[in-house]
């Protein structure tokens, strides 16, 4: 597709003016920040899918406090990732509040 001398001026106009930005950079430096708590969130939690499994296997429910927290954590990840695609310019904790459960199952779910 061939692009019209105008729509180069503007894309060169959005380049200079987005290499200028401190805003820009900025964001830059946050969704760095947020891609790293992400992967320590997704690890932490496998960790708890794993300890959701064994507390099941002896018991006849969840782990409330378990449901509780991968809940949040999993709306945790979920803003995250909103951020880090441009779906919302909210960021994250810990630059928000932490995550509510919510919707949680029951315990013996």
Avoid: C
């Amino acid at each position: 597709m061939l692009e019209t001398k105008s729509q180069r001026s503007k894309t060169m106009q959005a380049l200079k003016n987005n290499l200028t930005s401190e805003v820009f950079w900025l964001r830059l430096v946050f969704m760095l920040l947020s891609l790293l708590l992400v992967e320590i969130a997704a690890s932490i939690l496998v960790l708890l899918v794993i300890g959701q499994f064994l507390y099941r296997l002896f018991n006849e429910s969840s782990h409330l406090t378990i449901l509780e927290f991968s809940n949040s954590l999993g709306r945790f990840i979920l803003h995250s990732y909103r951020f880090l695609s441009y779906q919302t310019e909210d960021k994250p904790f810990p630059f928000n509040d932490w995550p509510e459960a919510q919707d949680t199952p029951k315990a013996e779910d």
